[in-house]
T-cell receptor, first 112, second 115 residues
Framework: SQQGEEDPQALSIQEGENATMNCSYK?????LQWYRQNSGRGLVHLIL?????REKHSGRLRVTLDTSKKSSSLLITASRAADTASYFC????????????FGQGTELSVKP | DAGVTQSPTHLIKTRGQQVTLRCSPI?????VSWYQQVLGQGPQFIFQ???????GRGNFPDRFSARQFPNYSSELNVNALLLGDSALYLC??????????????FGNGTRLTVT
């Protein structure tokens, strides 16, 4: 079974709007990562937040982590049509090497 | 620098056959992982190899096996194919700094269709 659950499953917005995706997980983690996948292609790493961090920024991306609620959110500001893709959160655990557990993903559609 | 390369890009096999998928990691990356992604779902972990040793295995049957070569490239083998094995198989490499925080770099995958 997959660790992460993402919400919403699908999101449709207009260009220029902000997009927020949420991820919940079940057990203690070492870090949480967000990946993007364009249709039928490989995943691209976006950002990593460690368990002792609460917020992280990268360009138009802002990630928060609340370990007490076992949840994370990804905010994409001023979205563009090129941001249309599926977004996945993935959790990494101590003593499990590089194994990542991925959520089901949020499918984001940004309309021009 | 070249990214992670996978071959072939597409493959059609019949039930009961065997398949071998190949992956070349980014230069300098010693860790290779394999994931299966069924349409509409997130990737599921199959294997991780580091320095030619299996470091982790997901919840997949023994029909799935893998290995890593001295040049860090890797192969994933699946025997006795079932219809349910139809999926996108993704290979990912990482630097593996030992603190579980190395991002994965994915190839574009092999699309396997079992008929």
């Amino acid at each position: 079974s997959q660790q992460g659950e993402e919400d919403p499953q699908a999101l449709s917005i207009q260009e220029g709007e902000n997009a927020t995706m949420n991820c919940s997980y079940k057990t203690s983690i070492n870090n949480l990562q967000w990946y993007r996948q364009n249709s039928g292609r490989g995943l691209v790493h976006l950002i990593l937040i460690r368990s002792n961090e609460r917020e992280k920024h990268s360009g138009r991306l802002r990630v928060t982590l609340d370990t007490s609620k076992k949840s994370s959110s990804l905010l994409i500001t001023a979205s563009r049509a090129a941001d249309t893709a599926s977004y996945f959160c993935a959790t990494a655990f101590y003593n499990q090497g590089g194994k990542l557990i991925f959520g089901q993903g949020t499918e984001l559609s940004v309309k021009p | 620098d070249a990214g992670v390369t996978q071959s072939p890009t597409h493959l059609i096999k019949t039930r009961g056959q065997q398949v071998t998928l190949r992956c070349s990691p980014i230069s300098g990356h010693k860790s290779v992982s394999w994931y299966q992604q069924v349409l509409g779902q997130g990737p599921q972990f199959i294997f991780q190899y580091y320095e030619k040793e299996e470091r982790g295995r997901g919840n997949f049957p023994d029909r799935f096996s893998a290995r890593q070569f001295p040049n860090y490239s890797s192969e994933l083998n699946v025997n006795a194919l079932l219809l349910g094995d139809s999926a996108l198989y993704l290979c990912a490499s990482s630097l593996d700094t030992g603190d579980w925080s190395s991002p994965l770099h994915f190839g574009n995958g092999t699309r396997l269709t079992v008929t």
